[in-house]
């Protein structure tokens, strides 16, 4: 099953193909009469299609450095979050956090900062005009060339409308069950009474 949020998958395929790309110009530029001019002209647009890429994905994704400042967000942070990039450029994540147990984040710290491994997860969060959603989170922590953590991507899907959806589904399920248990009672009581009067 293809789980919402898993973006970063895609932004860290693109970042690679870009690092190759960069790589395979500069080379080409040291070892033939191409100019300078030229190949920076082709980085250019590389980096471009990078960033339309980034810039163009549903789910929201941020990158921060190693204390959680957001160092970069896509305009799908924007529009989930109801902030604007003067709110989300340097503050935390927690701008529009905060609204899960301690636990739940002490978790997630443990996670991706000292396990350095991928985090996934249902969040709840507020939005700037105060209204709750939930989504489901991926965090990755970044790792450079010798092993350093440098920082984190984070992926958001909202996943609200599908969590009201299972909840109504839920609660018509409980129910069903309750009136189903409720007839077997009522035949029980009609069937005793019947058996009494015969």
């Known amino acids: 099953e293809d789980r919402p949020g898993e973006t970063w998958v895609v932004f860290l395929g693109l970042g690679t193909v ?3 790309v960069i790589y395979a110009l500069v080379f080409s530029m ?3 009469g191409r100019s300078a001019e030229l190949m ?4 250019v647009g590389d980096l471009m299609k990078y960033k339309k890429a980034i810039n163009s994905l549903d789910s929201h994704l941020v ?3 190693i204390d959680g400042k957001v160092v970069f967000a896509n305009p799908a942070v924007y529009s989930l979050t109801g902030y604007n990039k003067e709110d989300v450029i340097g503050n935390n994540p927690s701008l529009w956090g ?9 978790n997630m710290w443990e996670t991706i900062k000292t396990k350095r491994e991928v985090f996934k997860g249902e969040v709840t969060n507020r939005r700037k005009n105060g209204s709750l ?3 489901y989170a991926v965090i990755s922590p970044i790792i450079d060339e010798s092993g350093g953590l440098i920082g984190f991507v984070g992926s958001e899907t909202d996943i609200t409308d599908r969590k009201q959806l299972e909840d109504e589904q839920k609660r018509m399920n409980e129910l069903m069950v309750g009136r189903e248990l409720a007839m077997i009672e009522l035949k029980k009581k009609i069937t005793k009474i019947e058996t009494n009067h015969v």
């Open 40 to 43: 920076a002209r082709d980085i």
């Open 98 to 106: 905060r609204q899960m147990s301690r636990e739940f984040y002490k």
């Open 18 to 20: 870009l690092s190759f």
């Open 63 to 65: 990158i921060t450095d």
């Open 30 to 32: 040291t070892t033939s």
């Open 133 to 135: 959603y939930t989504a």
